[in-house]
């Protein structure tokens, strides 16, 4: 065909967002459309336009015109509906999210009424014969019937359209098969005729067309004729803001101005400039709906921690959804907003983990559910999951499966070579999986269905309020947890203009409220949370600088605890450094910042790179840093330093970001600088392409971190128990458990009278809670200690059987749990057979005290021998996954031999082999520049955590063999990197 002159359009196209069915990536759309000289290009997925900004951009980039379409199946239409304007889209938006709803929806009905909005292509009788300007009869080139309806639409006087249904482009059917397997959740050979689509529904060639159907030659013309009329500008892209109020401009600048006093101790001229630069910003940006909807939020709790690139703003911090103070700590605003934004900022809020639901339930009610809803995750088949289930369709056993799929990892993506090399290498020397299994057809399946959408989630957090109804901008349908969600993921979303909150649950906040309210009650100390600012005091930069942060927020991970040591810096400003240059992409550059920290002479990349970059000694730290570069060094706008900054890490604009490249390269290179260096900068740049922070993002944390430390260090008890009682963060209850009693604190297990559901600490003890005991039934503690504190303490266990409505299953764990040697004298045979007696049906039902009008009395068991500690101990072990009463490892050293040294003995052998014993407490797996796995694993004893290295030799033999708290033998040379010890691993074996 002719460039620019289409005699059909393929109207039906199916890309990977009709889940589990189509098989083209939109990339790979486009791509084929422009190589093929199309000159429209439609999309058709079923029920949703989940790509719909990605199909937009992907036209624009190969210039082709879109046509907006989608197929409809329903109980009451199938069909394809064709927008014809923005107003026609937003119609089939409202119906497909209807079809998602409601279940008594009849579509057919609305479909029945005349529209110049949108197209209707379809079979449906019912509808055809309506005779409607807006309505062709489908003439399904694949169906075995297509021309019986291409006769009936031309007796009866409707206009016939030819359509080619395409879910594949060539040798995509395979993947097809395999996708609509995992759908229905069958092997492939179960599959039937109507589960899958038919071979040749993939684009062919518009000559062929043309021949095959020369006897309906209207029919293929009206393809062309849809698209033509079909054309429109999509114009989404403005910020979609919510409505707070008909004079919200006035309302956010009053509110900020109030609260003044309650930030700053006076109102100084740097605070004004700052504040009407700010406010003349969102006025002119229109987002002061945005702001007050946000702050409305946020005043439902006192804990919360506003981050992100919001906590560069003074009206955010005004208006107490940020608490770091922007103008003390140099944060850059225009990394949140500036004039030459185009897209919409966002706010991301964190509640404490419990309450975030609740937070989430306000939105919608408060903003109504028909114009709240949440942000989608689009569930991909990663690497791992389409191993798995491409080897569930072909009928592997699942424990063959777990086998393999055990030992790949996440590093490998379809966009590069390194999966396809993997699935090709791994297993081919005749190892486990190998073809024998028929495991290299799976893998490389596998290859080909990586990345494709499985099926829509809720974002973690994301919510969207609108003005008006969601559905007039995109479908909404429900997700699994019951929550109504947008069909576009988070990067489309910001493209499409929604403004988005994230509503975040995080477990710290809840720490600290826990703690600062046993606090209160312990020590009669009132902290109040909003004002809590501890970033000066000394013993919580000390415990900072020194890694002991385990249990702290933000900082308690192996790697950020030793950088804290290596570095010796526990102060703010460091810390806000160290948790955004931690990320793993900079590891490059982390050592060269210590040598920097400790006095090595350094000049910048660039000239004015070393001034511009000062706080972090020349080094790129945060995301705005790219910004910075790009502006003052490369001579970029504002708003190009920003675009850069954003397309650094999304794959959908890879073009623009090389166009951006190209010109830092040539700005730079008419400086006089030279290219080795510019190479040296821009891998600097792509550092943040992954995991990275910006630092009012940093800043936020780590004011949380500091006030988790400072609680740490001055209140270890209530700390510690809020932090096993908010089920912990990096580490397992044991490690938690453990560094308590590093700490010098009490250990109290489970008591009847005593303990509470949850963990929770009191002065210089930390009290187990009974939630931490296997099988014991929620139910009936809450029964027993309802009673307890209706009624007193329990005398004894005969007390507590009358009492409590607990039955045998509960009391026998309970008595095994030993929770009551604080009230009893008999062990534990004859607390058991107390228990049976009681349940024999020999004594009155529970909670009947009286017998001939006395209290009845107590069962007295005979003398029974008690059972030996050891076994004692295993039933810690199966009651509690650990033992509690001591350290595992006090357990285990009776069966290790000498010649193993102590962690805290560690230091004394530098640069020697040793021998040492711990728990597997914890690990990361990393990539190294040569793209071997390697893993840093953290063990303890009874002395403290040691850290160690498995470089990718020993990985390989060694790193997949460990499991938690199991004792192991661990060999190896202790090293020094800047006085901080760490183990190299050359051999290891279960103690």
Not at 733 to 745: H, K, N, T, V
């Amino acid at each position: 065909m002719s460039a620019g002159v289409m005699n059909f359009v393929f109207i039906e196209n199916h890309s990977v967002y009709s889940l589990c069915e189509g098989t083209i990536f939109i990339s790979e759309l486009a791509s084929y459309a422009e190589k093929n000289n199309f000159t429209y290009l439609s999309i058709c997925d079923t029920n949703g336009f989940y790509g719909i900004m990605h199909f937009i951009d992907a036209c624009k980039e190969h210039n082709l015109i879109p046509v907006v379409c989608a197929g409809i199946k329903s109980k009451s239409f199938n069909g394809i509906l064709v927008a014809r304007s923005m107003r026609g889209y937003s119609r089939i938006c409202n119906y497909i999210t209807q079809v998602h709803l409601n279940p008594d929806f009849n579509l057919k009905e609305q479909l029945a009424k005349n529209s110049d909005d949108y197209y209707i292509i379809t079979g449906d009788r019912d509808i055809i014969e309506t005779k409607n300007s807006n309505v062709y009869a489908e003439v399904n080139a694949l169906a075995d019937n297509h021309f019986e309806d291409y006769r009936y639409a031309k007796k009866n006087g409707i206009k016939p359209v030819l359509i080619y249904p395409v879910y594949f482009i060539n040798g995509g059917y395979d993947s097809h098969k395999m996708l609509r397997a995992v759908y229905y959740n069958k092997k492939l050979s179960a599959l039937g005729k109507n589960d899958v689509q038919q071979p040749d529904a993939c684009f062919i060639p518009e000559e062929e067309i043309i021949s095959r159907f020369s006897h309906m030659q209207d029919a293929v013309a009206n393809s062309v004729k849809i698209a033509e009329t079909s054309a429109f500008e999509f114009t989404a892209g403005a910020p979609i803001f919510p409505v707070y109020s008909d004079d919200s401009f006035n309302i956010l600048r009053n509110m900020c101005y109030e609260n003044i006093p309650a930030r700053y101790e006076k109102l100084t001229p740097e605070i004004t400039t700052r504040l009407e630069k700010e406010l003349g910003i969102i006025k002119s940006k229109g987002f002061a709906d945005y702001f007050l909807v946000v702050q409305d939020i946020v005043k439902q709790t006192i804990y919360t921690c506003g981050r992100g690139s919001a906590a560069a703003s003074l009206v955010s911090y005004l208006l107490f959804i940020t608490h770091v103070d922007p103008i003390k700590h140099n944060l850059f605003f225009e990394r949140f907003i500036n004039e030459g934004r185009k897209d919409p900022p966002d706010i991301d809020i964190d509640f404490p983990w419990d309450v975030r639901d609740g937070i989430i339930d306000y939105i919608f009610r408060r903003y109504s559910p028909d114009n709240v809803a949440m942000v989608s995750n689009h569930i991909t088949f990663s690497v791992r999951s389409s191993v798995r289930e491409i080897a569930k369709v072909h009928g592997l056993p699942e424990q063959d499966i777990n086998r393999i799929t055990k030992n790949i990892g996440f590093y490998y993506n379809r966009n590069s070579d390194d999966y396809e090399n993997y699935s090709k290498n791994k297993y081919s020397n005749g190892g486990e999986g190998g073809d024998s299994d028929g495991w290299m057809d799976i893998y490389r399946q596998a290859v080909d269905i990586s990345g494709m959408v499985r099926y829509m989630s809720v974002h973690c957090g994301g919510v969207v309020i609108t003005p008006k109804p969601v559905r007039y901008y995109i479908p909404v349908e429900e997700a699994a947890k019951g929550v109504n969600i947008i069909q576009l993921e988070k990067d489309q979303a910001e493209d499409f203009g929604f403004v988005k909150i994230d509503v975040l649950g995080n477990r710290s906040l809840a720490v600290v409220r826990d703690a600062l309210q046993l606090i209160k009650e312990h020590y009669g100390t009132d902290i109040r949370y909003e004002n809590f600012n501890p970033i000066n005091d000394k013993k919580t930069i000390n415990m900072l600088a020194a890694g002991e942060s385990m249990g702290v927020f933000y900082v308690e991970s192996p790697a950020m605890r030793q950088l804290q040591k290596k570095s010796g810096k526990g102060d703010y400003d460091h810390l806000v450094m160290h948790s955004s240059i931690i990320r793993p992409a900079a590891n490059k550059w982390i050592n060269e910042y210590l040598e920097r920290l400790r006095g090595k002479p350094y000049k910048g990349l660039v000239p004015g790179m070393e001034e511009l970059l000062k706080d972090s000694y020349g080094i790129m730290c945060y995301q705005e840093d790219i910004t910075k570069i790009a502006m003052y060094i490369a001579g970029f706008s504002l708003s190009e330093g920003e675009e850069l900054r954003k397309v650094i890490s999304k794959r959908s604009k890879q073009k623009r970001k090389l166009q951006l490249k190209e010109k830092l390269y040539e700005n730079l290179k008419k400086k006089g600088i030279h290219l080795k260096i510019i190479d040296e900068l821009w891998e600097m740049i792509e550092s943040f392409s992954g995991y990275s922070f910006c630092k009012p993002h940093s800043a936020s944390y780590a004011l949380l971190s500091f006030k988790a430390c400072y609680l740490k260090a001055h209140y270890p008890a209530e700390f510690m128990g809020a932090v096993l009682k908010n089920q912990g963060g990096f580490y397992s209850p044991l490690a938690y458990i453990s560094e308590s009693r590093r700490m010098g604190l009490k250990i109290a297990a489970p008591d009847i009278n005593m303990s509470r559901y949850e963990y929770f600490g009191k002065r210089d003890s930390v009290f187990i809670g009974f939630m931490q005991i296997k099988n014991l039934s929620y139910k009936a503690v809450q029964s027993f200690i309802g009673e307890r504190e209706r009624n007193g303490l329990y005398r004894n266990l005969n007390d507590f059987l009358r009492r409590s409505e607990v039955g045998q299953s509960d009391a026998e764990i309970l008595v095994k749990a030993g929770c009551f040697s604080g009230i009893e004298k008999h062990n534990q045979p004859q607390l058991l057979f107390i228990i049976r007696r009681f349940f024999d049906g020999s004594q009155p039902a529970a909670g009947k005290e009286l017998f001939h009008g006395a209290l009845y009395p107590d069962i007295v068991p005979p003398p029974m021998r008690d059972i030996p500690d050891e076994q004692k101990l295993m039933q810690e072990m199966e009651l509690y996954d650990s033992f509690i009463s001591i350290h595992p490892m006090t357990f285990y050293r009776q069966r290790i031999k000498t010649g193993v040294i102590f962690a805290k003995d560690l230091e004394r052998f530098k640069k020697k082999r040793v021998r040492i014993a711990g728990i597997f407490i914890t690990s990361k797996t990393v990539m190294t520049k040569d793209n071997d796995l390697m893993k840093f694993v953290s063990f303890e004893d009874e002395t403290g955590i040691f850290e160690t290295v498995f470089f990718p030799k020993i990985y390989r033999k060694f790193a997949l063999m460990l499991s938690y708290q199991r004792p192991y033998i661990i060999s190896g040379i202790v090293d020094v990197e800047f006085d901080t010890i760490i183990l190299n691993v050359n051999d290891i074996a279960i103690a």
